[in-house]
């Protein structure tokens, strides 16, 4: 496998060592995380659209060029935030969960064109600073997996309070595909992408589930804390959000 294929399939080679925002050594293992879930994810994007285009044969355009342009400029930036985190000794203050999920959609939307619309309701509370954390990455990595594997599709994302917690929904009308298939293949050879999601959400006490299938679009359902009996689903259905074209 290529390096290329690797950042897009999201295995990332190699490690690198650092220092946190704390002063103190930051493992290989979280480093690599910021790396996969930022740059790594806008790079690919960037290659997957310079692919398609290449692959009609046609010359490629100004508005494809200025796209690419925009998602390594994002690239760059994601990029210079891992490193301004890596080497701070101060936290940014902290943002909402209804306000950094707003703007996570409306971010990713502007850069890549992903038909998306956006419904949050107000938590019970916030959750700590570290599962927020750990829910928005993931909500990007579930959205830049639309974008990469659904050209195209039509997506929802909404947040709504459960008890002392919040269940977020992602769902897009693409063409769907088997999870199953997706959790084996991470099972033997590992990565940072789609299937380790559920560990992520584990281990911040939250849960992560996918409802997939060929033909029929995908859902993910991500919770906090975890409901009792929820399990990591591998499961099958369907998901056609109510969104209006762009």
Same mark, same amino acid.
């Given at each position: ?38 740059? $790594? ?14 692959? @009609? ?18 690239? @760059? ?14 936290? *940014? *203050? ?18 890549? #064109?992903?038909?998306?619309?956006? /419904?949050?309701?107000?938590?019970? @509370? ?5 599962? $927020? ?9 579930? +959205? ?6 659904? *050209? ?10 459960? #008890? ?38 584990? $281990?911040?006490?939250? $849960?992560?589930?996918? +409802? ?5 679009? @995908? /859902? ?20 056609? *959000? ?5």
């Amino acid at each position: 496998m290529s390096s290329i294929h690797e950042a897009v399939d999201g295995v990332v080679p190699g490690a690198a060592h650092g220092r946190s925002s704390a002063g103190a050594a930051l493992p290989d293992a979280q480093l690599i995380q910021q790396l996969h879930d930022g740059p $790594s994810q806008w790079m690919a994007l960037a290659l997957l659209q310079l692919d398609r285009a290449l692959s @009609t044969g046609r010359q490629v355009d100004a508005r494809l060029l200025d796209g690419v342009r925009t998602l390594l400029s994002e690239a @760059t930036r994601s990029i210079r935030g891992v490193l301004e985190d890596w080497c701070d000794t101060e936290l *940014p *203050p902290a943002m909402s969960m209804v306000g950094a999920l707003s703007d996570l959609g409306l971010r990713v939307a502007a850069l890549t #064109g992903l038909s998306l619309r956006v /419904q949050c309701d107000n938590p019970a @509370t916030d959750p700590p600073a570290t599962v $927020s954390f750990t829910v928005l990455n993931v909500a990007q990595e579930v +959205l830049l997996n639309t974008c990469k594997h659904a *050209p195209g599709a039509h997506a929802a994302m909404r947040l709504r309070a459960i #008890g002392s917690g919040f269940e977020l929904s992602i769902c897009d009308d693409g063409p769907g595909f088997d999870p199953v298939a997706m959790y084996r293949r991470h099972d033997i050879v590992g990565g940072l992408g789609l299937g380790a999601l559920p560990r992520r959400m584990t $281990s911040v006490g939250g $849960s992560f589930s996918i +409802l997939s299938r060929p033909g029929h679009g @995908t /859902q993910v359902l991500i919770r906090w804390p975890a409901i009792a009996g929820c399990r990591d689903s591998h499961g099958h259905g369907g998901c056609r *959000p109510d969104v209006s074209a762009r």
